[in-house]
């Protein structure tokens, strides 16, 4: 039995107002709380040191940049590191990344129990769009404030086991998966801002939307047979609602913790990596049963081309 506690720190909203030492104090208390129940790894949110700003229009850039972090760790996380290395813990949380050649980056991090980052993953499918869009009923401007994540979707070896992120849109793309997947993967840990509504959909609220995210990460455990576990920032965001549904998903894709609230909330499960292999070893051993002479579109084409196109 290779088991790794692991908690899901969902987080209630943060206001553009709030500082990050006020986030930082109320991760360092999920923390703890995590650390008190055993944990061994405790999972954060998607940008979670700040509101999801994407959702602001900006236009000065200096304005954006302060929404960035330029270092990890740094002056307003170190005390989040200090505390997860005094107790033992490994940690994994998402900010956005400025990098000193200039690249801003919507990334996430993972840690070993000394504090030391031993992974960095940096977001590849990015909703939204550039441009202020007067058609939507809020904006969603993550391609303007971001470029794809270059580094791709890795796994590292970490307590023992297989560890790859990715990063909240990611979660709907069976790619994602696949491609950590084939490396092995046993755990991998995302986070999320999820709006309640769909800005283009005024129909399509929380109930829809929780089920399209819990589908989509169950579908990935199961079809990879690895552990998900996918943390929301949820709640309303200075008049915007995000939505909560935490989960923590076993490798047969059923749900074995979830959060009930929309508010900072822990969700705990000792998950046992040696319950991936069975997945791994029939239906889903990939070396005998793939067939990638019909995938190669995947690979050569992104949109939709009917035959004779
Ligand atoms: N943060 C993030 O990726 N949110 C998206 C919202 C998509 S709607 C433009 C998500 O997939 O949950």
Sequence with gaps: MREIVIGGAQMGPIQKADSRAAVVARMIALLDR???????????????????????????????????????????????????????IAISFGYAELTPEGRHF???????????????????????????????????LEKRYFEPGDLGFRVWRNMDAWMGMCICNDRRWPETYRVMGLQGAELITLGYNTPSVNSQMSDEGPEQRLYH???SMKAGAYQNSAWVVGV?????????????????????????ARAETEADELIVHACDMDACTFGKETIFDFKRHRRIEHYGRICSQTGVEHPGD
């Design 34 to 88: 995590g650390a008190d129940g055993g944990c061994d790894l405790v999972v954060f949110p998607e940008l979670c040191l700040t509101t999801f700003f994407p959702r602001w229009m900006m236009e000065d850039q200096a304005e954006v940049d302060r929404w960035f972090e330029r270092e990890m760790p740094n002056g307003a996380t170190e005390p989040l590191f200090a505390r997860a290395r005094e107790r033992g």
């Design 106 to 140: 919507n990334t996430s991090i993972l840690t070993d129990r000394t504090g030391a980052i031993v992974g960095k993953y940096r977001k590849v499918h990015l909703p939204g769009h550039a441009e202020y869009d007067p058609d939507r009923a809020f904006q969603h």
């Design 232 to 256: 929301a920032k949820a709640g309303d965001e200075d008049g915007h609602p995000l939505l909560g549904g935490s989960v923590i998903v076993d490798p047969n894709g059923f749900v074995v």
């Design 213 to 215: 995210s819990e589908l």
